[in-house]
């Protein structure tokens, strides 16, 4: 399972990242995919670090899940995309 933060590329165009988390680029995401194909994992986090935020949040109770997602602007990366940045790819995907 590749788990990649947003991805650098024409599908992310106008969407902010959350705090704390940097964009990654579609090279990145294939290069762990193939250190994956010659020592195979289950989980392919990128970058690696988000695999720690994540399951830290995890284990705690719900109200601070909620708390940490909201500093980090996690809870808004997709409510609060820049729709003239998407404006190319939104009508390029109506087209299909």
Same mark, same amino acid.
């Given at each position: ?6 991805v650098q590329?024409?599908?992310?165009? %106008?969407?902010?990242? /959350? ?10 995401? @294939? ?11 289950? #989980? ?7 695999? %720690?935020?994540f399951k ?7 109200? /601070? ?5 909201? /500093?980090?602007? @996690? ?7 820049? #729709?003239? /940045?998407?404006?190319?790819? #939104?009508?390029?995907?109506r087209e %299909?």
């Amino acid at each position: 399972m590749v788990l990649p933060a947003i991805v650098q590329t024409e599908l992310s165009a %106008g969407v902010p990242t /959350a705090r704390g988390v940097k964009p990654v680029t579609a090279d990145d995401v @294939a290069k762990v995919i193939e250190a994956t194909v010659r020592k195979p994992k289950p #989980e392919l986090w990128v970058p690696r670090y988000t695999q %720690g935020i994540f399951k830290s949040a995890f284990v705690l109770p719900r109200r /601070a899940q909620n708390a940490i997602s909201r /500093a980090m602007h @996690a809870d808004s990366v997709l409510s609060e995309r820049d #729709e003239a /940045a998407r404006a190319d790819y #939104e009508r390029r995907a109506r087209e %299909g």
